[in-house]
């Protein structure tokens, strides 16, 4: 650490100087800095010096014209960035309230319900809500959690059902686990796919880490087939990618499951069959506002009335 000399103003950094920090490290130099905040670089480089002063240590090493973050700066620029990120949701939520907007829908969710089902909810919500906007993130399970807990998100849907306390879940509607093959492969003229047959295939598969893994790992390991993967993914959009350039077998969720990302590939059931529920979480402290509720109800449509018909039309496909 390298420590200023002179008297050091302890204290805690106000937004203001945490503002300007921020905007050093993600635009690398004053000027940009002062550009990206609309000030001159030398109120950005007062600023700074503040800042340092308070601290009682550099936070940028001078290098031939250019600025160099210390480790200090680093460590504190992990912490920045949650601040950064919470003034924005402040701002999204004061606009909202306003009135400048009709409101904000936030939605995260297992990757495989962004291929097409929210989406196509989202479409028509839109068009019958016309100015609300829409934040959606495709997350893993691990992350959908605290999205929703931290109050980050509305809604979160899930392949799984999340276990927490300060959550409540329902189950909305039933989906299934497949298996998709290489268009070609020895086992696409089956019509069922069983454990024993996947004896010797390249498979693709997720980590135990992940709801699915666990899963898949429980349903094969009895059987005498166990579920190491040669190749180990994170969604069932990703392992479907891979079926498609010849380089192994994979089992998935069929939420996903469209002409597009099946060009190439060949699905079939598995037996015994895994059945999948989509489930739907909220907190249970802050319930989500009505216009969540609608967009919530919009996706329930779509997921009840159009993907059944969309899984057996892809699974029955030669």
């Not at 920090?21 to 609309?38: D, E, K, P, V, Y």
């Not at 799984?160 to 189950?171: Q, V």
Request: aromatic share 6%; net charge positive.
């Amino acid at each position: 650490m390298s420590e200023l000399p002179g008297k050091v103003r302890s204290g805690p950094l106000n937004l203001r100087q945490i503002e300007v920090f921020h905007a050093i490290m993600i635009t690398g130099s004053l000027s940009a800095a002062g550009r990206l905040l609309h000030v001159t670089q030398p109120a950005i480089s007062r600023v700074l010096a503040s800042i340092e002063l308070r601290l009682g240590y550099a936070l940028f090493e001078r290098f031939k014209g250019r600025l160099h973050p210390t480790k200090e700066a680093r460590k504190l620029f992990q912490e920045v960035e949650s601040i950064q990120a919470g003034v924005s949701r402040l701002n999204d939520m004061a606009a909202g309230m306003a009135g400048h907007g009709a409101g904000l829908v936030s939605v995260v969710s297992s990757p495989s319900f962004g291929e097409w089902l929210i989406p196509a909810a989202t479409a028509k919500f839109c068009a019958r809500n016309p100015g609300v906007r829409i934040r959606y993130r495709p997350l893993g399970m691990d992350a959908l959690l605290p999205q929703v807990l931290l109050g980050h998100a509305d809604i979160a849907i899930s392949t799984f059902k999340p276990g927490h306390p300060n959550l409540i879940t329902s189950e909305l509607a039933q989906g299934e686990i497949v298996c998709v093959l290489p268009a070609g492969h020895r086992l696409a003229r089956e019509s069922v796919i069983e454990p024993a047959m996947l004896a010797g295939e390249m498979l693709v598969g997720y980590g135990r880490d992940t709801p699915l893994g666990e899963t898949l790992h429980d349903y094969l390991d009895p059987l005498g087939q166990g579920f190491t993967p040669a190749i180990e993914v994170r969604s069932s959009q990703t392992a479907c990618s891979f079926v498609r350039q010849g380089v192994g077998i994979a089992l998935v969720d069929s939420y996903g499951l469209t002409d597009a990302l099946m060009q190439g590939i060949v699905v079939r059931r598995i037996e015994p069959a895994i059945a999948l529920s989509v489930h739907i979480s909220h907190s249970r402290i802050e319930p989500p506002p009505s216009i969540a509720k609608a967009f919530l109800a919009q996706f329930s449509q779509i997921v009840k009335k159009e993907l059944p018909a969309m899984t057996q039309a892809i699974v029955n496909r030669a």
